[in-house]
């Protein structure tokens, strides 16, 4: 089945720096990848549509100069917290949509779990 | 305000116990309702339901739609405390957006 990996799957950054994720679609080209954000004990959150070749869209109340978000491939988009604070600790998780035989379903990568003291 | 609202928000069983999770939305026009459990990481698929009344089975999983009360359910017979987990609902519209309830978190004790 189709594969999405993140990396680092996990990560501790001090207060004011800027932290890289990355989602790979492994034996899929994914035009769109989505970004989520789940705090704990809460539900995912959509943070922003990925896309290709053209600029992420983002959700209502998430700021797009402090989560910005690049899809430089088919099979890569990244996000970047920059100057990150505490209060962005957070579990992270990229999605991608596959199609098959007609219907649609999302694969989920690992997600990748951001610390910042 | 909740457009997908998960009951019970937790749920504690015994092995072998049956468990039915109740999902209810209140969106038009989507494409699919998907269920989704999230151990430690990140949600792995488990059903689309795209048409109201035709249920879905997958061993002791099995879930159905209801598009006419706007709700769906996910059963699992016979409980195992591998299916301890959050269960996720969320539903799916023609962009591949998907939003989310706040998930039911079973625990099944041996």
């Known amino acids: 089945g189709a594969v999405v990996s993140q990396h680092p799957s996990r990560v501790i950054c001090k207060s004011g720096t800027s932290v890289k994720i990355e989602c790979r679609s492994l034996d899929f080209q994914a035009t769109t990848m989505f970004w989520y954000r789940q705090f704990p004990k809460q539900s995912l959150m959509l943070m922003a549509t990925s896309n290709e070749g053209s600029k992420a869209t983002y959700e209502q109340g998430v700021e797009k100069d402090k989560f910005l978000i690049n899809h430089a491939s088919l099979t890569l988009s990244t996000l970047t917290v920059t100057s990150a604070h505490p209060e962005d600790s957070s579990f992270y998780i990229c999605s991608a949509p596959v199609s098959h035989g007609g219907t649609d379903t999302q694969y989920f990568g690992p997600g990748t779990r951001l610390t910042v003291l | 305000e909740d457009k997908v609202v998960q009951s019970p928000l937790s749920l504690v069983v015994h092995e072998g116990d049956t468990v039915t999770l109740n999902c209810s939305y209140e969106v038009t026009n989507f494409r699919s309702l998907l269920w989704y459990k999230q151990e430690k990481k990140a949600p792995t698929f488990l059903f689309m339901l795209t048409s109201s009344g035709i249920e879905k089975k997958s061993g002791r999983l099995s879930s159905i739609l209801d598009k006419k009360e706007l709700f769906s359910i996910l059963n699992i017979t016979a409980t195992q405390t591998g299916d301890s987990a959050i269960y996720l609902c969320?539903?799916?519209?023609?962009?591949?957006?998907?939003?989310f309830g706040k998930g039911t978190l079973l625990t099944v004790n041996p």
């Open positions: 969320a539903v799916g519209f023609s962009n591949y957006k998907l939003t």
